[in-house]
């Protein structure tokens, strides 16, 4: 087990490097109020003076501090000489000349074996990101110390819990702290070390408070009271650190800090650690040897790895599911382009492939929250525009005075003994010519579901467009062009369609009813409604006595102007007028509903032919001709820059969840019991 924890480590590093924390790693993060001995306990664990000191906030960062157990430096040149044996556990690290040295990540291959400058660097460093003037930010230092004298831990030490803002920190400093803690210790596979000074009431430590809201069964959380020997006289913390105030389910352990007076006289260590046992053994004899400095770095180390242990199968799950997901995203990005033509002509053929396919109805990506493509032209044909045609009454807009009038100027001065043919063609045509807006609507509305057709396939089908902006602009220029080039042509032929119905009325059509059946069957429905002719007669008398309407003398007294046009009045019609009116209706009605039937046959063949299969059949011919020219393939096929940074960082995340496998892959089944 005692990989376990330079496994984390190395897995940290790992994704580090990429700048990404995809992967919640065990690690055991350190919490506790302003100037509550957070450092103190830290640098007690490393052996060395190494973290910046002053007073109010001086942790303004997070500093992820990984501590890593080394050979001492004699033994490493032995090993280095070939006169030693390496241990299986040991690395060498034959390269550093020193006992004792730390890294940051942010100075890549710079070795410090001053710690002194290790604590002017992690100022520097947290200046640069967070101001001179006790500014906060969440952007971690990572830094690893290599020693002898340290046990294999991973620590992040976070800018203690403030309530008032100092210097150009901002009004909610305090929540911005909070949020800052409540990231770190919200990840489930962290230990808690909240730090308490033994001199405050352990009720009102915030850290014990943050730590319980997001570990409220207390699995993950260690307490550390700090500075046993600032307690009151004739007080101590006997009862706190035996649980019975607030007890905590993984430990309390009791340390000593060392005063200013220590740090200001450059006392060791080690001497600290020899006062600190010689403390613990005169005032809390039963504690001595479960508090202290020593076993807090014993118990730490065992915790983590315990707890890397029941993390690490859940560990290697994780990683083996992101490293699917990552590959499936890096194989939708594409590789670079090295052959431009061929790029292009792939494209090119992929999305006249699609577009074709989606008229047909034989795409991948069918859309199943509304109709598109072919299903859709096959909607507005039978749906929309036949319904349309359907609507549209074949005496719509006729009034019975529009009809004689009409036979009554196809007479001219001489009174009509039959219904003039004339007057039928006139007012059948009228109603033909209804029929053209529904038409031309009919072939707008296919134009505009080929235009979507353009967007679907460049959204669902053809990922691979989307990497090239131009190209992708190009293509739907193009396409729109062709479109463009083909309503007209559309429009002309849908229109000259209606003109063509109304070129020649032809009576002899084998559906027309014959005029002379269509006047016989009126006379006989009308001789059956007469009574023995009396109706003829007194109908006569009415017209001689009530002069009829719109066609009246003028009353006495008023001026006559026989070019007034009569105001149409409404009136009852003599028998002969309905007969008429009666004849001519059927005959436009019959005829109507002959052209009808032929627009609504004609009209989706026309634009089948002259829009929709032209644009299929010339589709891929036509996007060639104007895109695959010489010096046009460098500048549609740029790639955009999210594309291709996305691949990069998708590639490296990838990479990096590879190491991590790998490095899992590493520990024995053995090493997990």
């Given at each position: 087990m005692d990989t376990l924890i330079p496994t984390i480590n190395r897995l940290q590093e790992v994704f580090l490097t990429v700048g990404a924390e995809v992967i919640q790693l065990p690690q055991i993060v350190v919490v506790g109020s302003q100037s509550s001995g957070k450092s103190s306990v830290l640098e007690s664990l490393v052996g060395r003076d190494f973290l910046p000191r002053g007073s109010g906030i001086v942790t303004r960062r997070p500093l992820v501090l990984q501590l890593v157990n080394v050979a001492p430096l004699q033994e490493r040149l032995k090993t280095e000489n070939g006169n030693g044996v390496k241990q299986n556990a040991q690395i060498s690290y034959s390269g550093v000349k020193a006992e004792e040295w730390g890294t940051f990540l942010h100075c890549k291959n710079q070795i410090f074996t001053d710690f002194q400058e290790i604590r002017r660097e992690i100022e520097a460093e947290t200046e640069r990101n967070s101001g001179d003037n006790k500014g906060i930010s969440p952007e971690p230092i990572h830094l690893k110390i290599f020693s002898p004298k340290v046990l294999n831990l991973t620590l992040v030490d976070l800018p203690g819990i403030t309530k008032v803002p100092v210097g150009d920190q901002p009004e909610d400093i305090e929540a911005q702290v909070q949020a800052m803690i409540l990231s770190f210790i919200s990840n489930p596979n962290c230990l808690i070390l909240t730090v308490s000074p033994a001199n405050s009431d352990l009720a009102t430590s915030d850290a014990l408070k943050l730590a319980r809201e997001v570990d409220t069964d207390g699995r993950r959380t260690l307490l550390v009271v700090s500075k046993l020997d600032l307690m009151d006289a004739g007080t101590d913390a006997l009862e706190v650190l035996l649980g019975r105030v607030i007890p905590v389910r993984l430990g309390i352990i009791g340390v000593v800090n060392r005063s200013q007076h220590d740090i200001n006289t450059q006392k060791s260590l080690e001497d600290s650690m020899r006062d600190e046992q010689t403390f613990l053994q005169r005032h809390y004899p039963s504690l001595a040897s479960r508090a202290g400095t020593r076993y807090l770095a014993k118990t730490l180390s065992r915790l983590l790895m315990h707890h890397i242990r029941d993390c690490l199968p859940e560990l290697k799950t994780r990683v083996t599911v992101?490293?699917?997901?990552?590959?499936?995203?890096?194989?939708?990005?594409?590789?670079?382009?090295?052959?431009?033509?061929?790029?292009?002509?792939?494209?090119?053929?992929?999305?006249?492939?699609?577009?074709?396919?989606?008229?047909?109805?034989?795409?991948?990506?069918?859309?199943?929250?509304?109709?598109?493509?072919?299903?859709?032209?096959?909607?507005?044909?039978?749906?929309?525009?036949?319904?349309?045609?359907q609507s549209i009454d074949p005496l719509g807009g006729l009034t019975e005075l529009d009809i004689l009038t009409a036979i009554r100027n196809a007479t001219g001065p001489r009174p009509a003994l039959f219904v003039p043919e004339v007057s039928f063609?006139?007012?059948?045509?009228?109603?033909?010519?209804?029929?053209?807006?529904?038409?031309?609507?009919?072939?707008?509305?296919?134009?505009?579901?080929?235009?979507?057709?353009?967007?679907?396939?460049?959204?669902?089908?053809?990922?691979?467009?989307?990497?090239?902006?131009?190209?992708?602009?190009?293509?739907?220029?193009?396409?729109?062009?062709?479109?463009?080039?083909?309503?007209?042509?559309?429009?002309?032929?849908?229109?000259?369609?209606?003109?063509?119905?109304?070129?020649?009325?032809?009576?002899?059509?084998?559906?027309?009813?014959?005029?002379?059946?269509?006047?016989?069957?009126?006379?006989?429905?009308?001789?059956?409604?007469?009574?023995?002719?009396?109706?003829?007669?007194?109908?006569?008398?009415?017209?001689?006595?009530?002069?009829a309407a719109g066609f009246g003398s003028p009353s006495k007294g008023q001026s006559i102007n026989l070019l007034d046009t009569a105001v149409p009045v409404s009136r009852k019609l003599s028998s002969k007028e309905q007969r008429d009116c009666e004849i001519i209706q059927r005959l436009i009605k019959c005829y109507f509903l002959i052209v009808r039937k032929s627009i609504q046959d004609s009209v989706p063949k026309t634009v089948m032919h002259f829009l929709v299969n032209f644009v299929k059949e010339h589709l891929q011919s036509e996007l060639v001709g104007q895109l695959y020219k010489q010096q046009l393939l460098q500048e549609l096929l740029i790639e955009s820059q999210d594309t291709a940074q996305q691949r990069t960082e998708v590639a490296q995340m990838l990479e990096a969840l590879q190491k991590a496998n790998n490095i899992i892959s590493e520990i024995r089944e053995t090493h997990l019991w």
């Open positions: 992101l490293s699917s997901q990552y590959q499936a995203r890096l194989n939708s990005y594409g590789q670079p382009v090295e052959d431009h033509s061929a790029t292009l002509l792939q494209i090119v053929t992929k999305f006249a492939s699609d577009y074709c396919n989606t008229i047909e109805g034989t795409a991948r990506y069918i859309q199943t929250s509304e109709l598109c493509g072919g299903a859709r032209i096959c909607y507005i044909f039978h749906e929309t525009f036949g319904r349309t045609l063609e006139l007012l059948v045509k009228r109603q033909i010519k209804r029929l053209e807006e529904p038409s031309m609507r009919c072939v707008e509305l296919v134009h505009e579901e080929l235009q979507r057709i353009i967007q679907h396939c460049s959204s669902f089908s053809t990922q691979e467009l989307l990497r090239f902006p131009k190209l992708h602009d190009s293509i739907v220029e193009v396409v729109t062009g062709l479109l463009r080039k083909r309503l007209p042509i559309t429009n002309e032929m849908v229109h000259n369609l209606v003109s063509i119905e109304l070129a020649y009325i032809n009576t002899k059509h084998p559906d027309f009813t014959d005029a002379a059946q269509v006047s016989a069957s009126v006379n006989s429905q009308q001789a059956e409604a007469l009574d023995g002719g009396k109706r003829w007669k007194n109908e006569k008398v009415a017209e001689e006595r009530v002069p």
